[in-house]
Nanobody, 113 residues
Framework: QVQLVESGGGLVQPGGSLRLSCTAS????????MDWYRQAPEKQRELVAR???????HYAGSVKGRFTISRDNAKNTMYLQMNSLKPEDTALYYC???????WGQGTQVTVSS
């Protein structure tokens, strides 16, 4: 059974940082392209960052230069380092293996003073 479990969300002030984690069981993350998505209230879910099985990374324009996606193969865990956070980054963040329609339950990130 495949499980993706996100953690690391919370409340942070504008300009602050958070690191999200996505720990997988039942699959080996490193052989797949994995994504971080987010969904803000009353908005559509959007792709934030992607890491391919070859290690290439891609970012939404709104987070480029502020967010970094990475993977620790030994821990079978994917990360999203988020710096210089803005109120508009407030959302529920999900990790996903979209090709197989596997999604985590999400972790809430709230950026507010």
């Amino acid at each position: 059974q495949v499980q993706l479990v996100e953690s690391g969300g919370g409340l942070v002030q504008p300009g602050g940082s958070l690191r999200l984690s996505c720990t997988a069981s039942g699959i080996i993350l490193s052989i797949y392209t994995m994504d971080w998505y987010r969904q803000a209230p009353e908005k559509q879910r959007e792709l934030v960052a992607r890491i391919t099985n070859g290690g290439s990374t891609h970012y939404a324009g709104s987070v480029k230069g502020r967010f970094t996606i990475s993977r620790d193969n030994a821990k079978n865990t994917m990360y999203l380092q988020m710096n210089s956070l803005k109120p508009e980054d407030t959302a529920l963040y999900y990790c996903a293996l979209v090709a197989a329609d596997y999604w985590g339950q999400g972790t809430q990130v709230t950026v507010s003073s």
